[in-house]
């Protein structure tokens, strides 16, 4: 179990907490774990829950950008928890497993485009160095990317490191509160966690991967 108590999902009544619930059920990224977690606190379930919404699934980039941040986030802070998640928008704009696993090499990738390098570039100065955003990077971001989407890609790294930093800590498992959707995970944790009797970890190797 976490170090902070999972709220039972079906003791909550409010109606807009119950859909950011039953959304994560439905969905994943975010999983119903971490959602349960913040139930605690009401304001923090809807406020994290809206902010998701608006910046990460809608917003004014598109969303392939951000969640080959949220996963280069996870996989670098080796949060496999976080790593072991994908977006259901991204396979609709046409991310596959490849990407996701040459996210950490973005540099040497084949299937990165530049404009997504050059958002990994940034991903990563912001996580790890901040000197590394340097004017030959800023040249390359404003090439690729107007300033309103930049704003919402940089705050949106911050909210997606932030709160993996804070999960990481909690000891989160996949499927510790049920195993009947399997929705947001990546197909080698999805099938991990029905093949075996095990719940899958932040810090299971094959979920970091």
Do not use: N
């Not at 119950?18 to 774990?33: K, Q, S, V």
């Not at 977690?37 to 809206?50: D, K, N, W």
């Not at 997504?116 to 404003?142: C, F, M, N, S, Y």
């Amino acid at each position: 179990m976490p170090r902070i108590s999972y709220v039972d999902p079906d003791s909550v009544t409010d109606p807009d907490l119950a859909r950011y619930l039953a959304d994560a059920r439905e969905h994943g990224t975010p999983r119903l774990e971490s959602q349960a977690i913040r139930a605690h606190v009401p304001a923090v379930l809807r406020t994290f829950s809206e902010s998701w919404q608006q910046v990460f699934r809608e917003g004014v980039l598109d969303h392939r950008v951000k969640e080959l941040a949220r996963v280069f986030i996870a996989k670098s802070l080796e949060c496999g928890y976080c790593a072991g998640q994908r977006s259901h928008l991204g396979a609709e704009q046409g991310l596959t497993e490849r990407a996701y696993d040459e996210v950490i090499e973005f540099r040497q990738s084949q299937v990165l485009t530049d404009r997504e390098k050059a958002a990994l570039r940034w991903a990563e100065a912001i996580a790890w160095d901040p000197g590394l955003a340097d004017d030959d990077l800023w040249k390359d971001l404003h090439r690729h990317f107007t300033e309103p989407e930049l704003v919402e890609l940089g705050y949106f790294i911050g909210l997606t490191m932030g709160q993996q930093r804070f999960l990481k800590t909690l000891g989160l498992r996949h499927g510790e509160l049920g195993r009947d959707s399997l929705a947001g995970l990546a197909p080698d944790v999805a099938a991990a966690l029905t093949g075996t009797d095990r719940s899958v970890s932040a810090e299971t190797p094959h979920a970091i991967a």
